[in-house]
């Protein structure tokens, strides 16, 4: 059993920055690949970005050069630094592992 915590979301202005964070617990020897996905209304659920133990990332075209993942292993948490939001970013944002996933953190971008 996994648990996954996400927390940062909120009201951000077209061209602000948020940075979300996710929180996971339980048996770590399960945790390797972390992604942030996330679902607009009426859209589907999408990879935003994805991280490994190791560091490695991969990104979804559309946030490329705006968004940023990062982990910290010892805190078992993973960062989504999001930059130059746009009102097409606003999502409910999601983090996943494996088979679990958090509850969801809502991003509003909007002036």
């Known amino acids: 059993q996994v648990q996954l915590m996400e927390s940062g979301g909120g009201l951000v202005q077209p061209g602000g920055s948020l940075r979300l964070s996710c929180t996971y617990s339980?048996?770590?020897?399960?945790?390797?690949?972390v992604g942030w996905y996330r679902q607009a209304p009426g859209k589907e659920r999408e990879l935003v970005a994805s991280i490994d133990r190791a560091g490695a990332t991969v990104y979804v075209n559309s946030v490329l050069g705006r968004f940023t993942i990062s982990r910290d292993n010892a805190k078992n948490t993973v960062f989504l630094q999001m930059n130059s939001l746009a009102p097409s970013d606003t999502a409910v944002y999601y983090c996943?592992?494996?088979?679990?996933w958090g509850q969801g953190t809502q991003v509003t971008v909007s002036s």
């Open positions: 339980g048996r770590d020897f399960f945790i390797n690949v």
């Open positions: 996943k592992t494996a088979s679990w």
